[in-house]
């Protein structure tokens, strides 16, 4: 199979004005994916099915992925005149790095029996914009697993035939695969030795908890 | 009468079956036989017939709690007369959220959770993330390990598809022979599996790096004996189901699909070689010790319920090939790979996506390591929940008894489907 | 026209294994439990349970309250309180050790990261209970197990336990590679606890 970077050319070439990312992968078999713009997602993903040479024809697993709002410390070199003198400090600036869903998608070949090429598509936050291109009309086996995601993490998948809850029960209302996702307190109450599912369950059934 | 015999199927199969190619470009599949059906529009078996004059729809929910729909699983259908126009699925009645308990512990305390995902198959699916696991740190397994590995694993595919094959024939009417004679064989394999870990169903017994504990005294002996009796057991099965002349009439030609539906819906396991297309995780990424075996993979040239029977009877037969083999190569040495720790195991960061050949299909398990001793996030691929994905058009079309036929050969088990 | 060839190919079959249920031992299979028993496997495993050596559980007691089977129990079933003299120093023993078999999902992960070889699991499977929620919480006292009765249950693990322990202190990293040589009768360890150097 091709290397990713030639993948990457090739999109590039074939769908111009497309930006593609490369991530890096640290662990050992070291599966590097493409980072694509959901604006253009499912004309990179009917290339990378059509092509006679990757003929991606299986969608193995599409997987969403909570990145949470982080905080990144960024340390610089300022100048500034005290006393009429030049002095240089180290100044620590915060800055805030808002998070992402992602929805990754691990393609192989039946035919030609290669892969992974891993794709990923990336919210522009976790809130409001939490949108991305559903792959579904290009591979039918991401109908589920789309849903799946929309499900467990408030993904919506723009173009999906039916996006729906798929685990949870319709009128549930929170995401509950999300990383800042607090779980509802009202366990039925059963005395382990537990404290804090005790103290869950005293908040909740005050009365019954305490007799 | 114009039935096929399954000699007919039998021989095309194992004829085609070794022939995974070498060089990954071999374009791998099969050409169909004269009059099989090739694309979608082809595949369907009647033409559906919404908005009849006197057409009223009838909207049918069977399920959740129906005998035929393999546990808490429901299929909302709509129906014209007899023929199924809308089928939808809904489940996740047995929803735990499995992946977020995997992520809320350690690396090593999802292993037994993973025993719980398709509960017929607790060794397949230990090692399916004991291997993305391993792949994700670059820990080696070693030889005896690997092979105990294989023998478990076949036990467990013999043992799946056994009962599969006996649950269909319970669903289709055949109440209690088929699949008491499956649970007989199942029993000694169970008991088997109880001997090397202790359980009988929840085995959590692969470790990061090999497996928990070494085979006791006896037990490749043990294995040996139960292993030379199956094809005994396969012969008395088809003996018992194959020619059946009400089988034949009730599974030929149902639920057809063509292999450019099934590889596009992502079907995988026997699900996918009954319609002709030749991916078999063990010849296709080589894990474990799978290519010093050699075994046959049998491919359906139909697509239909039948070829899906006849597939798991063919797969049953070549495992007990590989079972003989793997169980004349155990090598000695050490069990678990010495440098793979239990606690306070924290792979370097990164993700990795670990596949096997699941009795059901691919079972994979994606996992983001952050460098931290719980994993940040833990995913898994279930096979019967993808497969899934096509049973309304598979069903569509046909009649709601058909849909149980279908349904039946699809094998889910809802521990997996809702996690 | 072959019409009912097939069937009647099965129903030889059935025949065959009716006759068969009777005589052929691959065929007679049903164990009428509960008048009849299997044997239960050296590795058949249900809950954990605590070993003691010698005749008292109070004093015997392997465990030390460390607190590692705690932490990396999956469905986190385990609650241990460690006794404190009056001066409040710790007295390497557990003052409580609860254990929610409603939980427990007979991992064995608590015995396999157990540095001390205090915990065991038992083969007791004939639990049920009509109340719930106490009698399926199980103290200190209800898990206590003789060494002997562990010996009997699982001779050949027990054997090798026994003899790691009769090594001495500061072995306990060899758990991981299964001690050769005979096995020394149970009861030699009493009273012997690793020191401070083993905990990690």
Known sequence: METLEQIKSRLEAAIPGLGLEIQCNGAVPGQASLVVPPARAIEAARFLRDDPRLALDYCSNVSGVDWLDRVVEEHARVTRVIDGRERVFDECRERRVPGYLEAVYHLYSMRLKHGPVILRQRTVNRVDQARVTSLTPVWRSAEFQEREAYDLFGIVFEGHPDLRRILMWDEFRDYPMRKDYVEPDDYEYEPTPHDDLKEKARRHYPIEADA | MNRRIPEDVLIEALSTGDLVPESPSHAAVLPRPEGAPRTASEAKPHPIALGDSEGTLLEVAVGPHHPSTHGVFRMDVVLDGERVVRLKPVFGYLHRNHEKLGEGGAYLAAMPYTDRLDYFCSLTNNWAYALAVERLAGIEVPERAEHIRVITAELTRVLNHACLIGFLLQELGSMGTPIMYAFREREKILELIEALTGSRMMCNYMRFGGCRCDLPSGWIEACRDVVEALPRFLDEFENLLSTNEILMARTQGIGVLSAEQAVQAGMTGPMLRASGVNYDLRKVDRYGVYDRFEFGVPLGAHGDVYDRYMIRMLEMRESVRILQQALRAVPAGPIINPKARLRGFKPPAGEVYGRIEAPKGELGFYLISDGSANPYRYRIRPPSFINLTILEDMCRGATLQDTVAILGAVDIVMGEVDR | ?200
């Open chain 3, 1 to 200: 026209m072959n019409l009912g060839k097939g069937i009647l190919k099965g129903l030889v079959e059935t025949a065959r294994n009716f006759v068969g249920s009777y005589y052929d031992p691959a065929r007679l299979v049903t164990i009428q439990y509960p008048d009849e028993r299997r044997a239960l496997p050296e590795k058949a495993r249900s809950f954990p349970m605590l070993v003691y050596d010698g005749e008292d559980p109070e004093k015997g007691l392997r465990c030390v309250a460390c607190k590692i089977c705690e932490k990396e129990c999956p469905p986190q079933c385990i609650y241990i309180v460690l006794d404190r003299d009056e001066k409040g120093r710790p007295l390497r023993r557990p003052k409580i050790f609860d254990l929610d078999i409603s939980v427990c999902m007979s991992c064995q992960i608590c015995v396999e990261v157990c540095p001390f070889d205090a915990i065991k699991m038992n083969t007791e499977f004939e639990l049920s209970t009509a109340d719930r929620f106490g009698s399926l919480l199980l103290h200190k006292m209800d898990l206590a197990r003789p060494a002997s009765y562990y010996l009997g249950l699982h001779p050949v693990e027990a054997g090798e336990v026994n003899a790691r322990l009769a090594a001495g202190p500061g072995h306990a990293e060899t758990k991981a590679k299964p001690a050769a040589g005979p096995a020394p009768a149970a009861g030699t360890t009493s009273g012997a606890k690793p020191g401070d150097s083993d905990r990690p």
